[in-house]
């Protein structure tokens, strides 16, 4: 584990997650938020865990900082032996989500911490498995009208109303599949030296 900094580094995410921003700020840090500007296609043969780290780490190293912890975050989930990708519109949610019914999603949370000033990484992939119940149509065209979720990977957002679409949710950490795994976060700036409650 790293000396614990005489000077706080600047912490900067490298996401233009809004849903990423707000799980950071519950740990009550001061950070900066950056857009990488990056290609996020998956490559040929590549496993969704390879995809999801890749890209984090790349997220990352796109931001341009000296002095600074870059976060850099992204979530790959699978289906039926492939990728699957955000909605983006109605149809395709209410597709989604009825090829899903009573069927299990999985999802890989890959996290990246690059220490800029040493250009050390430290990554993770944190996989979360997820149980949709047997739900309607009627409840299917319910839900989306209500929260329109066509921006997140498998049309259901288990930190709202999606919840209720489901039957399990099996993780190691609940904030996973949100989209920032907190936990796993909280260790690697611990292991950079970058104290969140204060010195131990």
């Known amino acids: 584990m790293s000396e614990p ?26 950070f900066d938020v950056v857009s990488p500007n990056i290609d996020e296609t998956p490559l040929a043969g590549e496993s969704p865990e390879q995809t999801a780290l890749r890209l984090s780490i790349a997220k990352a190293r796109a931001v341009r900082a000296t002095g600074a912890l870059v976060i850099g975050s992204d979530q790959v989930a699978t289906f039926d032996g492939r ?17 899903m019914r009573g069927r299990a999603v999985e999802f ?13 990484v430290q990554s993770a992939d944190i996989v979360t498995r997820v149980r949709f119940r047997h739900y309607s149509d009627d409840e299917i065209e319910t839900y989306l009208r209500a929260e329109t979720p066509y921006d997140c990977a498998s049309s259901a957002k288990a930190e709202g109303l999606g919840i209720a679409l489901l039957d399990a949710i099996e993780s190691d950490d609940p904030t996973a599949l949100i989209g920032l795994p907190l936990i ?5 700036l611990r292991t950079a030296g970058f104290s969140i409650l204060g010195a131990a």
Do not use: W
């Open 108 to 120: 890989h949370s890959a996290l990246c911490l690059l220490d800029s000033r040493t250009d050390r």
């Open 83 to 99: 990728q699957i990708g955000k909605p983006g519109t109605h149809e395709k949610a209410v597709a989604q989500l009825q090829a």
């Open 5 to 30: 900094f005489s000077t706080p580094p600047r912490l900067i995410l490298a996401s233009s997650s809004p849903y990423r921003r707000e799980l950071l700020g519950r740990l009550r840090v001061p």
């Open 184 to 188: 796993e976060l909280s260790r690697m």
